[in-house]
């Protein structure tokens, strides 16, 4: 049973850095799409940035600038580098992943991100 687990979260102040990482617990075929969701309390979970197979990469409006997806093939491991961060961007971050192979749609659990001084 595979399970894609977040890290890097933590508590940061305004206009610090984070990295965080998500990769899979167990054994797993390629990755066909990578992305990061946020959701604040009280708010809709929101795409924050997302990348193909093929390294097409796409930000919500909110982040680019600031914020940037990256990944390690060999590790099936995906990034969110996150700069310059703001207030707004607390929230529980959420990796998300499909197969290549099935299509298979996997989310991680979550991890805290909070940004205040």
């Known amino acids: 049973q595979v399970q894609f687990v977040e890290s890097g979260g933590g508590l940061v102040q305004p206009g610090g850095s984070l990295r965080l990482s998500c990769a899979p617990s167990?054994?797993?075929?390629?990755?066909?799409?990578w992305g990061w969701y946020r959701q604040a309390p009280g708010k809709q979970r929101e795409l924050v940035a997302g990348?193909?197979?093929?390294?097409?990469?796409g930000y919500a409006d909110s982040v680019k600038g600031r914020f940037t997806i990256s990944r390690d093939n060999a590790k099936n491991t995906v990034y969110l580098q996150m700069n310059s961060l703001k207030p707004e961007d607390t929230a529980v971050y959420y990796c998300?992943?499909?197969?290549?192979?099935?299509?298979?749609?996997?989310w991680g659990q979550g991890t805290q991100v909070t940004v205040s001084s």
């Open positions: 998300y992943a499909v197969t290549t192979k099935s299509r298979t749609p996997y």
């Open positions: 167990g054994s797993i075929s390629s990755i066909y799409y």
């Open positions: 990348m193909t197979s093929g390294s097409s990469t």
